[in-house]
């Protein structure tokens, strides 16, 4: 992720969960209020890869296709015009790691309060938990917009 460290940058967890795509939004008009750029990263993981058993999952990842659903589902949250203007980051790696590491220098990190996995009763997610501690910048954590 190369970055020019004059613009103002804000960096945004997306996970497909509803609070990501509240994060997303928000970070969107965050951005616009403080003249930056918006920095869209998913990551992604092979669970069991390093365990004593085989892969869980298909070791084949098309990146190509996988940077069109992250498109896709960018343009379905915010609008074609809205998508236009993120940049959008697939990483592969620890999820804490990746955020931590992207969001080095941004004006905030946001993410969302719960992501995919995990209890339904917690007050946050693990990731969210994590970055919140360990961030070098402002972190903003959305929660899922109810109605």
């Known amino acids: 992720m190369d970055r020019d460290v004059s613009e103002r940058r804000v960096v945004v967890g997306v996970d497909g969960s509803p609070s990501s795509y509240a994060a997303l939004r928000w970070a969107l008009r965050y951005a616009g209020l403080v003249g930056g750029v ?3 990263v998913a990551v992604w993981e092979l669970p069991g890869l390093y365990g004593w058993s085989g892969p869980a999952v298909d070791m084949d990842l098309d990146m190509e296709e996988a940077r069109d659903r992250m498109r896709q589902e960018l343009t379905d949250v915010l609008g ?3 998508a236009g203007s993120v940049r959008s980051h697939l990483v592969h790696g620890n999820a804490t790691d990746v955020l931590l590491r992207a ?9 969302g309060s719960r992501g995919r996995g995990g209890f339904a009763r917690a007050l946050l997610g693990s990731v969210s938990q994590q970055v919140s501690q ?10 899922a917009e109810s109605g």
Request: hydrophobic letters at 60%; aromatic letters at 0%.
């Open 103 to 111: 969001a080095e220098g941004a004006e905030a990190l946001v993410v």
């Open 134 to 143: 360990h961030a070098t910048c402002p972190v903003v954590i959305v929660r």
């Open 80 to 82: 074609a015009d809205a």
């Open 38 to 40: 918006v920095e869209a």
